[in-house]
């Protein structure tokens, strides 16, 4: 069955870095967009950055506002994999961190990875 596992997620100082990874399994992983969301206690779900199939033209990596210039989403799709790079960050960054794509109306979900950003 389709299965994404998250990782990477610790507890770092403010101005720190970490990468996230996310390992797909169940499904034919290339030809799907992948997403990072992150959730903060109290807060909704939204979506941090988002990557295109490999080869889709006209498509882009896109990134949240507020996360622009500081992380980078990747793929590998020979591992089955997506990362997250998070440079610089800082507290408003806590929260766990969720890989996701959809699938002929569905919406698949990993089980989060807790990032935590002292100040």
């Known amino acids: 069955q389709v299965q994404l596992v998250e990782s990477g997620g610790d507890l770092v100082q403010a101005g720190g870095a970490l990468r996230l990874s996310c390992v797909g399994s169940?499904?034919?992983?290339?030809?799907?967009?992948m997403s990072w969301y992150r959730q903060a206690a109290g807060k909704q779900r939204e979506v941090v950055a988002t990557?295109?199939?490999?080869?889709?033209?006209?498509?882009?990596?896109s990134y949240a506002d507020s996360v622009e210039g500081r992380f980078t989403i990747s793929r590998d799709d020979a591992k089955n994999t997506i990362y997250l790079r998070m440079n610089n960050l800082n507290p408003e960054d806590t929260a766990v961190y969720y890989c996701?794509?959809?699938?002929?109306?569905?919406?698949?979900w990993g089980q989060g990875t807790q990032v935590t950003v002292s100040s």
């Open positions: 996701n794509f959809n699938r002929w109306g569905t919406s698949y």
């Open positions: 169940g499904f034919l992983f290339k030809l799907y967009p």
């Open positions: 990557i295109p199939a490999s080869g889709t033209t006209g498509h882009a990596t």
